[in-house]
Nanobody
Framework: QVQLVESGGGLVQAGGSLRLSCAAS????????MGWFRQAPGKEREFVAA????????YYADSVKGRFTISRDNAKNTVYLQMNSLKPEDTAVYYC?????????????????WGQGTQVTVSS
């Protein structure tokens, strides 16, 4: 079992930055690939970024490539999402998730565990 708790969301102006954190419980955190997804009102949940178990491989949605960076610290059981140059269309609830398959993936059904989400609002 892995429990995930996101933090770091908030209200920011367009062009600003935020860093999301996702703290995981459980001693097997380092064996999971981790991902960030987001869901805007009235839309389906979509992939944002993913990182392999070792941190050696990352994968991004085209819409955030070059602006967002995913990283992890296995010693702290934490995964991060640094978000720069934020746009109003980045407004959503952001979720972190753990994938027991260990490789970075954009395939939502592959993720076994989900956090409760944190709201990110970008004003224009």
């Amino acid at each position: 079992q892995v429990q995930l708790v996101e933090s770091g969301g908030g209200l920011v102006q367009a062009g600003g930055s935020l860093r999301l954190s996702c703290a995981a419980s459980g001693r097997t955190f380092s064996s999971y690939a981790m991902g960030w997804f987001r869901q805007a009102p009235g839309k389906e949940r979509e992939f944002v970024a993913a990182i392999s178990w070792s941190g050696g491989s990352t994968y991004y949605a085209d819409s955030v490539k070059g602006r967002f960076t995913i990283s992890r610290d296995n010693a702290k059981n934490t995964v991060y999402l640094q978000m720069n140059s934020l746009k109003p269309e980045d407004t959503a609830v952001y979720y972190c998730a753990a994938d027991g398959g260990a490789l970075a993936s954009d395939y939502l059904p592959a993720y076994d565990y989900w956090g409760q989400g944190t709201q990110v609002t970008v004003s224009s």
